[in-house]
């Protein structure tokens, strides 16, 4: 049985759309008692709608306020990427454990500077590591957690997959993992200074960490150390050739980043990954990794499952119920979500971190992960550019 433990007191900063994924995740944790303490934007509206909605006890707009509680353990960052290193390392200095939403960080520019996607890679390659070797060294001077909000590692057939990998003692030789979708809802997603890049640091980051994750954990299974080796990428803008008509179903609109990326990581033990992202593709949000191993094949099929297949030759009554991600009719034959906050691992991912305070336990999804796959993500942008293979 486990030993009784103090309530582990939140304080999450950002009140936008991944606070509501979080608040979602905080509902469901077990076995660890948990305080909903304060949840901070500069959007009081936003905020106090969050504290409502999973009743956090206040709202505030000031994110040194909530660093100044002492009450507070840990600092929960679902705020744009270009504030989480900064955001990270003040939490950590403040003696606070952190949650960091992806990406850890990206390049940005200069505050205002437009047209951010034409720096060279070279450069934003230097400034990222150099962000995050920051970020690292604050972490040495603290015993405080950092756990990498990446909700692909606690997806449920990635966890069953990782389960497997262990017990078997795999080799994993090829994995490829896909997040791909037809655009975001988002004005800024086109705009490199607001987002650090396009589609593959929107979507393909997940995979990406996802397939990171398995291969981490084939290396602790087999008593290996693997490492990445080699990054080689092509990216590009697939949806310029497009007359605004035929543009008409794809939300993609990219001003300065890319809407297809696909890179290839190439580990020390020689074997590979490959991970795709588009923001052209129709027909619902494809999320899946799928690994081939020495001994055995894994489909990890996150979004679409066929757990309840739905056929509708209308509407009605269906105003309020959700069907599923990025489709936007519900006739015909739909692939409806179903738990999805469970499949896609949002409900893991707090549970693990939770644990990770409560236990003193290291967490699945850890800075290590995140470290990666931000680094390996801009090699891939120097080596579209370059032409040529980075090497690690
Ligand atoms: N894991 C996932 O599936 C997933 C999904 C969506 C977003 N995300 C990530 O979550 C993060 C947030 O994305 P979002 O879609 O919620 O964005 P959002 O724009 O909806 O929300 C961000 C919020 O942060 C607030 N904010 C900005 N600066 C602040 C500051 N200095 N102090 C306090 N509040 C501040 C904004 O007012 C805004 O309400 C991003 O890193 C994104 O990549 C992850």
Redesign the pocket.
Known sequence: MKEQVKPVVIGT?????????HGNGYEKVSGVPIRLKTV????LT??NEVKERYGYEQAI???DALLADPEIDVID?????F??CN?AAKALRAGKHVI????LTGYFGAPGEENVGATPKSQMYKAVLETMEELKQVMATTDKKFMY????VYATPVQKAAEIIRNKKSKILFMKGEESLKGSS?PVAGKWNK?GGGIL??TG??PLTGMLFLKQQEALARGEVITVKSVSADVGVTTACLTEHEHRHIAARPEDVEDYAAVTVTFSDGTKCLTIASDAVLGGTKNYIEVYSNDSALMCNITPTDLLNTYFLDEDGLEDTYISEMLPAKLGWNKAFVSDEII?G?MGELQDFMETIAYDKVPSSNFELAYQTTKIMYAAYLSAEEGRRVDF
């Open positions: 900063v950002g009140a936008g759309y991944a606070a509501h994924l901070c934007d500069l959007n936003l905020a707009s000031d994110f960052i679902v705020t744009p990427p504030l989480h955001m960091c939403e992806k990406p909000a990446e909700n692909f988002s987002t640091v929107r980051t997940h896609r949002y």
